[in-house]
């Protein structure tokens, strides 16, 4: 079992800047491929990034590419999810998972990739 808790959500206006993140407790957080997902009101769930175990590769919705960074940092067992020039549009919850799928460069951007899910974290972007 993994437990993912995320935290860092909040209120910024449009243009401004972000970082939510996400610690892992349980297992060996260096063995999983973490991604972001977001859910915006009346919305399907959808990908925002992804971040594979060494940290070496990364993936990008196009709609958050040059805008979002996605890291981790296997000592503190943590993700981040770092966002800037944040749009309106970008109002969502905000979900860290993680996956330990051998074919995740494949299948990263599914959510059924994913075994371990966090409670989510709300991000509202003001215009």
């Known amino acids: 079992q993994v437990q993912l808790g995320e935290s860092g959500g909040g209120l910024v206006q449009a243009g401004g800047s972000l970082r939510v993140s996400c610690t892992a407790s349980g297992r060996t957080f260096s063995n999983y491929h973490m991604g972001w997902f977001r859910q915006a009101p009346g919305k399907e769930r959808e990908f925002v990034a992804a971040i594979s175990t060494s940290g070496g590769t990364l993936y990008y919705a196009d709609s958050v590419k040059g805008r979002f960074i996605i890291s981790r940092d296997n000592a503190k067992n943590t993700v981040y999810l770092q966002m800037n020039s944040l749009k309106p549009e970008d109002t969502a919850v905000y979900y860290c998972?993680?996956?330990?799928?051998?074919?995740?460069?494949?299948?990263?951007?599914?959510?059924?990739?994913?075994?371990?899910w966090g409670q989510g974290t709300q991000v509202t972007v003001a215009s």
């Open positions: 998972a993680a996956s330990r799928v051998r074919t995740y460069s494949q299948v990263y951007s599914q959510d059924s990739s994913y075994t371990y």
